[in-house]
């Protein structure tokens, strides 16, 4: 498996500021991936991080919105820019082992007001 | 074709009893198939998956059930406790076998179990 921490837990923020989240892992990998989930919602990817390279966004994701750092193999960043009410919402990252297996992080519960 | 279909969206069972939810699929490249669960308050934790060249696979109390001419997959939990009350997801993805494959979730089912 794999411990993963966020930063922070949870934030209130005001429309029209940004937010930026940290995921950190306990060892090295290849793959991390940011996950949005609405409240009482499933889970719906927001992009991919591949360390060294631009991030993968998914289909009504974009990089002026969610822009993403990924500096090593155990640490990344999600920004959520200009916000409004309607990114209230958990962010929660996960890790990708070689067997295919995902581990979330515990996530970060955004409210905006 | 990308979507995976979860039902029910609530289950009410009595402790000691069988919990079942579904998920079924459309995508044939689907080639991974993991069940999540999730508490109030926290991220989801990997509970068991399977891949297509087997139809069933057991970890404790969790089975899953896996059909593929249907592209259907089941989670039953045998001896459901009130511990085992949360939310599961079942989710597919491509690429399974390496760690690249982006995870295409279910819609999420409130399991509650009455002690």
């Known amino acids: 498996s794999a411990v993963i921490s966020q930063k922070p837990s949870r934030d209130i923020c005001q429309r029209g500021t940004s937010l930026t989240i940290q995921c950190q892992v306990d060892?090295?990998?290849?793959?991390m991936f940011w996950y949005r989930q609405q409240p009482g919602q499933s889970l719906t990817l927001i992009a991919t991080a591949n360390q060294g390279s631009e991030a993968t966004y998914e289909s009504g994701f974009v990089i002026d919105k969610f822009p993403i750092s990924r500096p090593n193999l155990t640490f990344s960043t999600l920004t959520v820019s200009n916000m409004s009410p309607e990114d209230s919402s958990i962010y929660l990252c996960?890790?990708?082992?070689?067997?295919?297996?995902?581990?979330f992080g515990p996530g970060t519960r955004l409210t905006v007001t | 074709q990308q979507q995976v279909k979860q039902s029910p969206q609530s289950l009410i069972v009595q402790k000691g009893g069988i919990s079942i939810i579904n998920c079924a699929y459309e995508n044939t490249a689907f080639d991974y198939f993991p069940w999540y669960q999730q508490f109030p308050g926290k991220g989801p934790a990997l509970l068991i998956a399977?891949?297509?060249?087997?139809s069933e696979k057991k970890e404790g109390r969790f089975t899953i059930s896996f059909n593929k001419s249907a592209k259907q997959f089941s989670l039953h939990i045998m001896d459901s406790q009130p511990g085992d009350s949360a939310t599961y997801f079942c989710?597919?993805?491509?690429?399974?076998?390496?760690?690249?494959?982006?995870?295409?979730f279910g819609q999420g089912t409130t399991l509650q179990v009455k002690p």
């Open positions: 399977i891949r297509p060249d087997v």
């Open positions: 060892s090295q990998v290849t793959m």
């Open positions: 996960s890790v990708a082992r070689g067997t295919g297996d995902q581990y």
């Open positions: 989710a597919a993805s491509t690429d399974g076998s390496s760690n690249t494959g982006k995870l295409i």
